[in-house]
């Protein structure tokens, strides 16, 4: 009796005084449950999070003009008329997210910017994506890379893109991280037709 009394006391002490690991669940629940390119969180701050991500293949394409939301919409529709079909063995692809635009500013006040929109290739379709028809859309191997990655809420502007990039920027010059700083991403995880939930993300790189 008093040996089990022992082994009880010791096992309550333990379920006080030990610490409860969180669980990892994937993929987050932002990504809607849709396939979404896998990382690691390394370190989370409360301007930012620090992300690694794994190598993974995107189906992209790329548009240069004045407009982000033009821009977006353009290379959306390209991008979605290949999940749809439009591919050399004219198969439908399920929707990933997010969508993916790596914004490159031009070098002056009026010069172009490119956006490089893309989807995540399911991970069935990593080692050999459908051929795109497009001769405008390709197949668009990343690296793994580190991303500083800032949220907000609400449906995205240009402006909302563009001012939460220049608070991100600040952030990690104060934090005097080394990143790349000639171009960020945007991730956009929402179809238009969620009105509430919505979340975004803007990305700046980390320069090795």
């Known amino acids: 009796m008093m040996i089990t009394l022992l082994v009880l006391t010791t096992l309550a ?34 301007d930012y999070e620090e992300r690694q991500y794994d190598p993974a293949k995107w189906t992209s394409t790329t548009i240069s003009g004045m407009s982000y939301d033009e821009a977006s919409r353009t290379g959306f529709q390209r991008l979605f008329n290949y999940i749809s079909g439009s591919n050399k063995g004219q198969v439908k692809i ?19 910017t490119n956006f490089t929109v893309s989807f995540f290739v399911p991970f069935a379709d990593q080692t050999s994506p459908p051929e795109p028809s497009d001769p405008n859309v390709f197949t668009n ?9 800032r949220y907000f809420k609400g449906f995205a502007s240009d402006t909302d ?16 991280v080394s990143y790349h700083k000639d171009f960020y991403f945007t991730a956009g995880y929402n179809s238009p037709f969620q009105p509430l939930d919505r979340h975004n993300e803007v990305w700046y790189i980390k320069a090795d």
């Open 13 to 46: 002490s333990l379920a006080v005084t030990s610490p409860v690991l969180p669980t990892q669940t994937w993929p987050p629940a932002f990504c809607n449950k849709l396939e979404c390119p896998k990382y690691t969180t390394v370190k989370t701050t409360k």
């Open 141 to 149: 191997p990343l690296t793994g890379m580190t991303a500083y990655v």
């Open 161 to 176: 893109w563009t001012s939460n990039a220049e608070a991100l920027s600040k952030s990690l010059d104060n934090a005097t």
């Open 94 to 112: 399920p929707m990933t997210a997010p969508v993916l635009v790596k914004v490159e500013p031009g070098q002056g006040p009026f010069c172009k």
